[in-house]
């Protein structure tokens, strides 16, 4: 993970990757935190819980579905 981006950025790009690629319900906080090298300090500042950092997750996944549709429809 690049670490010259922001600590949220990076919690919220792994946090991103590990749900796609485990579902939400399979990865914690603590594996969010070890894999972006953000403590969990940090994470909970940007996100107060785990279901703040899903819902923000499901916005921007709901963001890039729409946005992509948006530019296939329009060819």
């Given at each position: 993970?690049?670490?010259d981006i922001a600590p949220k950025d990076r919690v919220f790009q792994t946090a991103s990757r590990l749900f796609y690629q485990n579902g939400y319900r399979a990865?914690?906080?603590d594996a969010i935190a070890a894999e972006s090298?953000?403590?969990k300090m940090t994470l909970y500042r940007?996100?107060?819980s785990k279901d703040d950092l899903i819902v923000a997750?499901?916005?921007d996944s709901d963001r890039?579905?729409?946005q992509n549709f948006e530019e296939?429809?329009?060819q």
């Open positions: 993970m690049n670490k990865i914690g906080v090298g953000i403590g940007h996100y107060p997750y499901l916005q890039v579905f729409w296939i429809t329009r």
